[in-house]
Nanobody, 120 residues
Framework: QVQLVESGGGLVPAGGSLRLSCVVS????????MGWFRQAPGKQRELVAG???????RYSNFLKGRFTISRNNAEKTVYLQMNSLKPEDTAVYYC??????????????WGQGTQVTVSS
């Protein structure tokens, strides 16, 4: 059974930074593609960033270089470094894993989410 546990969310002023972490248990971590999604109140969940098993990355256009996704296979952890945070980044952030190592369009394992709130 795959388990994903996020941490690192919280309250931060606009312009600040946070680093989210997601620890994965279950199958060999290095075989998963990983992603970070977010869902704001009243909005659909959207992809923030993804990273394949071979460390290829994809970012949503709205980020404009503010966030960085990375992974540490030895620690079975994926990170999301978020800089220059804006109030519109406020959302619940979810970690996700895909059984297909090089695909970033079909995630089938999800964490519980961590709240990120950016004050103006």
């Amino acid at each position: 059974q795959v388990q994903l546990v996020e941490s690192g969310g919280g309250l931060v002023p606009a312009g600040g930074s946070l680093r989210l972490s997601c620890v994965v248990s279950g199958r060999t971590f290095s075989n998963y593609a990983m992603g970070w999604f977010r869902q704001a109140p009243g909005k659909q969940r959207e992809l923030v960033a993804g990273i394949t098993s071979s460390a290829g990355t994809r970012y949503s256009n709205f980020l404009k270089g503010r966030f960085t996704i990375s992974r540490n296979n030895a620690e079975k952890t994926v990170y999301l470094q978020m800089n220059s945070l804006k109030p519109e980044d406020t959302a619940v952030y979810y970690c996700a894993a895909a059984d297909w190592p090089e695909r970033l369009d079909d995630f089938n394992h999800w964490g519980q989410g961590t709240q990120v709130t950016v004050s103006s």
